[in-house]
């Protein structure tokens, strides 16, 4: 079992940057493939980012490709997202998720671990 931390939410402008950690307990963080998801207001949690275990893949959804970046030190047990020009609509709770699953996978499903959230919110 891994317990997960999010930090570095906050408030940003629109076009800034900010990088959000998240931080497992537990000896086993190397063995799981993390996510990051969000959840807007009234809106559904959404799948952002994935890396594989060992952090050779990654994957974004089409909302955040090319703007953000997963990775992850595990010597660290920690988890990263770095999110470059930042817009209003990205303006979310921002969760880290593990799974074992080893296949790359956008299902939140498949991830049985979750931290608390961290708050994003993006100025216009």
């Known amino acids: 079992q891994v317990q997960l931390v999010e930090s570095g939410g906050g408030l940003v402008q629109a076009g800034g940057s900010l990088r959000l950690s998240c931080e497992a307990s537990?000896?086993?963080?190397?063995?799981?493939?993390m996510g990051w998801f969000r959840q807007a207001p009234g809106k559904e949690r959404e799948f952002a980012a994935t890396?594989?275990?060992?952090?050779?893949?990654?994957y974004y959804s089409d909302s955040v490709k090319g703007r953000f970046t997963i990775s992850r030190d595990n010597a660290k047990n920690t988890v990263y997202l770095q999110m470059n020009s930042l817009k209003p609509e990205d303006t979310a709770v921002y969760y880290c998720?593990?799974?074992?699953?080893?296949?790359?996978?956008?299902?939140?499903?498949?991830?049985?671990?979750w931290g608390q959230g961290t708050q994003v919110t993006v100025s216009s």
């Open positions: 998720a593990a799974s074992t699953v080893v296949l790359r996978s956008q299902n939140e499903r498949n991830y049985p671990y």
């Open positions: 537990g000896r086993t963080f190397s063995s799981y493939r």
């Open positions: 890396i594989s275990a060992g952090g050779s893949t990654t």
